[in-house]
């Protein structure tokens, strides 16, 4: 079993449309979580980090986190086309981050 | 305030060199970890140093090496290159405390031939 899954895509959305990705994770004690988008040819750039279960929102990005059942999800509402790009979840564990393969989302216009 | 640096940008080695690539953190970030990105197998952890030590180390052979110097810079060293080690390598500082955000560097990408 992957320490980090996210559901495959690539995940093709209509502009304006929310965008929704999901992350599962293999280690009961993690505690913190965090969403990077990767612009192709580009490095990771964090978006978004979450600790507690819940919903974490930051203009367009909506972070949830679900412990029991070790879930993470991204929503991105309004999606623009400059949101096209792929989307890591990853999750820290003894000073060390462990990725998802990773989700390419297409915004269309 | 100024990102991540990582030095040199792109490299092209052959089979048996070695090569070093370096890394600045972010002012005031303690911690830097060292990932290698490949099309086949993502992202992947290779070390992380805090105030010159490493606390932690991913599943690479011992020709992956690295350290970190006392303004918290680090290099990574990979001996006798093979056409596997082909990749992007990427820096990450963070503050340092267990579960902070890590901010990465543009990356070195690496050819072997």
């Known amino acids: 079993q992957k320490e980090v899954e996210q559901n495959s895509g690539p995940l093709s959305v209509p502009e304006g449309a929310i965008a929704s990705l999901n992350c599962t994770y293999s280690?009961?004690?993690?505690?913190?979580f965090f969403w990077y988008r990767q612009y192709s040819g580009k490095s990771p750039e964090l978006i978004m980090f979450?600790?507690?279960?819940g919903d974490k929102e930051d203009g367009r990005f909506t972070a949830q986190l679900n412990k029991a059942s070790q879930y993470v999800s991204l929503l991105i509402r309004d999606s623009q086309p400059s949101d096209s790009a792929t989307y890591l979840c990853?999750?820290?564990?003894?000073?060390?981050?462990?990725f998802g393969a990773g989700t390419t989302v297409t915004v269309r216009a | 305030k100024a990102g991540v640096t990582q030095t040199p940008r792109y490299l092209i080695k052959t089979r048996g060199q070695q090569v070093t690539l370096s890394c600045s953190p972010i002012?005031?970030?303690?911690?830097v970890s060292w990932y290698q990105q490949t099309p086949g197998q993502g992202l992947q952890f290779l070390f992380e140093?805090?105030?010159?030590?490493?606390?932690n180390k991913g599943n690479f052979p011992g020709r992956f090496s690295g350290r970190q110097f006392s303004n918290s810079r680090s290099e990574m060293n990979v001996s006798t290159l093979e056409l596997g080690d082909s990749a992007l390598y990427l820096c990450?500082?963070?503050?340092?405390?267990?579960?902070?955000?890590?901010?990465f560097g543009p990356g070195t990408r690496l050819t072997v031939l």
């Open positions: 979450i600790y507690s279960n």
């Open positions: 280690d009961r004690g993690s505690q913190s």
């Open positions: 990853a999750v820290n564990n003894d000073y060390k981050l462990s």
């Open positions: 140093y805090f105030s010159e030590t490493q606390r």
């Open positions: 990450a500082s963070s503050v340092g405390t267990s579960g902070n955000e890590q901010f």
């Open positions: 002012s005031g970030h303690r911690s």
